[in-house]
């Protein structure tokens, strides 16, 4: 079946500039979390989304980075005004259920790799 | 939340089975012990859980010792596709959402 497909999977932009990332999670998962890697390290937590719960924003590190998810399906992730330290490559996750409580693992699509130029 | 020590890399040669080692000797009991892994270029890939049961998929067997403090992912038959940065899990059990937290993970070489 089909997995989690993010678009652009490159995306070179110039230092300013707004971009805007979109995510499709599978069919059918309720929970929807982006995260991002920078060249060589680890995942960094970003934003969650469950049904229709208010979304937990923690781990956004700036006002300049918001996300949205529109009927419980698709998702965007946007950076207003880029700058250098926001390239790295932005990973989108989803799963069944993303309950506390759930076992549910995630699945992640390939990236948006973001060059801030 | 527990966290989990892996050896950094491994090299295995293809066709033999890869085992690949993790401790995470704070576990507490409702957290699950999951595999990801990343190919280069590529976003991190499930490959299996457990909890305190043994486990096995199509991609791999997962053994938990009886104490629950340590695991070992094994991959039957390495091929040179399963090369790729391996990274044990412990999931958060406070969080809001099941938030992934990778550590260093182990870096595995499958050699022909």
């Known amino acids: 079946g089909a997995g989690v497909s993010q678009s652009p999977s490159n995306k070179v932009t110039e230092k300013g500039k707004d971009v805007e990332l979109r995510c499709d999670p599978i069919?059918?998962?309720?929970?929807l979390y982006w995260y991002r890697q920078s060249l060589g390290q680890g995942l960094e937590f970003l934003i969650y989304f469950q049904g229709n719960s208010a979304p937990d924003k923690s781990g956004l590190p700036s006002d300049r980075f918001s996300a949205e998810r529109t009927g419980g399906s698709v998702s965007t992730l946007t950076i207003q005004r880029t700058q250098q330290e926001d390239s790295a490559v932005y990973l989108c996750?989803?799963?069944?259920?993303?309950?506390?409580?759930?076992?549910?693992?995630?699945?992640f699509g390939d990236g948006t790799r973001l060059s801030i130029l | 939340d527990a966290k989990t020590t892996q050896p950094p890399s491994m090299d295995c040669a293809e066709g033999r089975a890869a085992n690949l080692p993790c401790n995470h000797s704070?576990?507490?009991?409702?957290?699950?012990v999951y595999w990801y892994r990343q190919i280069h270029s590529q976003g991190p890939q499930y490959i299996i859980h457990g909890l305190k049961n043994n486990e096995t998929n199509e991609m791999a067997s997962l053994i938990i010792t009886e104490d629950r403090k340590s695991s070992t992912l094994i991959l039957p038959h390495a091929t040179l596709r399963d090369t790729a940065v391996y990274y044990c899990i412990v999931r958060e059990r406070k969080a809001a959402g099941n938030k992934l937290t990778f550590g260093g993970g182990t870096r595995v070489l499958v050699k022909p």
């Open positions: 704070t576990i507490s009991g409702n957290e699950y």
């Open positions: 069919s059918g998962h309720t929970a």
């Open positions: 996750a989803s799963s069944l259920s993303g309950q506390v409580l759930s076992n549910q693992p995630q699945h």
